[in-house]
């Protein structure tokens, strides 16, 4: 079947079970499924999977922005050190971090890319255009979704940076609309791919540690110069951690089973906690012993305990 790969697993068949293992640790509230929708049940598939899915394999790439801060800024850095990459258009609200985008275009010897900065919703004209292969999107997180949908809308392949949706209900739209428009959505995590990462997925691969019956795994970020800091991602991601420390204290509450150390908005309690500011986190500390219990398989083999993006 087209739709499955080589292991036998679609992505709405990892989803599925993601949503499924989720639930068990009130995750699926926290993602933003209501009381009454309960488990988000996967919807039926429109179109084959778009795992497997090669790229067209383009000459040239040319990319369109969307958002120009601290990372965009950044990875259009990196963007332009690629030799066939054209950066062809560049939008953010701020009018001044376009023009210094468009400077670093410039600079590095291509045409000045096409500046969008008219409104919050100028990205839909960003992504009209007709000479763009990829979309890279750099946003505050609640804009992720309704940017890539749009992307793809107009026949574009999107990489949205992490996480690439808050809720559930979201990733299925990124999957359905992928699926239904054939253009790829990828997230941009990059921190797998870091030395230490892939020096542990390497020992894995070789043995080192025989057969494993159980992973974990955090991923620390100390965000407390950040989260107090008056500019750049603090302008959008403080109030979004603390709304979703409000969600958190919501769920563990609902079930019953409240931790002082979750509850309220105490951003200075877990600053440092970069685990918990993701959306798609789990409500309860990492090394909380009920976690691994309930992590345990039906044969009594513990399984992976926790999951960071
Ligand atoms: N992968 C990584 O290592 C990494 C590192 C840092 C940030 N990020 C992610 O990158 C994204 C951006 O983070 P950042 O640090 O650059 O934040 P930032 O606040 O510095 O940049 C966001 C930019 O988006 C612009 N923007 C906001 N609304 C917009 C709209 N409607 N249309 C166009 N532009 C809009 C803002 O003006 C700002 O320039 C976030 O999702 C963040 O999680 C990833």
């Known amino acids: 079947m087209a739709s499955k790969r080589k292991g036998g697993l679609t992505r709405r068949d990892f989803?599925?079970?993601?949503?499924?293992?989720?639930?068990?640790?009130?995750?699926?509230?926290?993602?933003?499924?209501?009381?009454?929708?309960?488990?988000p049940s996967a919807p039926p598939a429109g179109a084959p999977s778009m795992i497997g899915v090669p790229f067209e394999g383009f000459r040239t790439?040319?990319?369109?922005i969307i958002g120009v801060g601290g990372r965009g800024t950044g990875l259009l850095g990196d963007l332009l050190a690629i030799p066939d990459v054209q950066v062809k258009a560049i939008c953010d609200i701020v009018r001044d971090k376009v023009l210094n985008a468009q400077r670093?275009?410039?600079g590095s010897g291509q045409p000045n890319p096409e500046g969008y900065w008219a409104s919050e919703t100028d990205y839909e004209n960003l992504c009209k255009r007709d000479d763009l292969d990829l979309i890279y999107i750099a946003t505050p997180w609640d804009w992720h979704v309704p940017m890539a949908v749009s992307g793809m809308l107009n026949g574009k392949h999107?990489?949205?940076?992490v996480p690439a949706a808050t809720t559930v209900k979201d990733c299925w739209k990124l999957v359905d609309t992928s699926e239904k428009t054939r253009k790829h959505c990828v997230m941009l995590e990059n921190?797998?791919?870091?030395?230490s990462e892939m020096m542990v997925l390497n020992m894995v691969r070789s043995g080192v540690f025989g057969e494993l019956t159980h992973g974990e795994a955090a991923y620390i970020h100390d965000l407390r110069g950040l989260l107090f800091s008056g500019g750049g991602e603090a302008l959008w991601r403080r109030e979004g951690r603390i709304q979703l420390k409000r969600a958190q204290s919501s769920a563990v509450e609902a079930e019953g089973r409240g931790s002082p150390s979750l509850a309220g908005p105490s951003t200075a309690a877990t600053a440092g906690d970069e685990f918990a500011a993701r959306a798609h986190a789990c409500p309860a500390p990492i090394n909380r012993p009920q976690r691994r219990r309930s992590a345990a398989g039906p044969d009594g083999r513990a399984r992976r305990a926790a999951t960071t993006p």
């Open 158 to 161: 999107v990489g949205v940076e």
């Open 104 to 106: 670093m275009v410039v």
């Open 191 to 195: 921190v797998c791919y870091g030395y």
């Open 61 to 64: 790439v040319r990319v369109g």
């Open 15 to 39: 989803l599925r079970t993601a949503v499924a293992a989720g639930a068990g640790m009130g995750l699926a509230r926290i993602a933003g499924a209501t009381e009454s929708e309960g488990t």
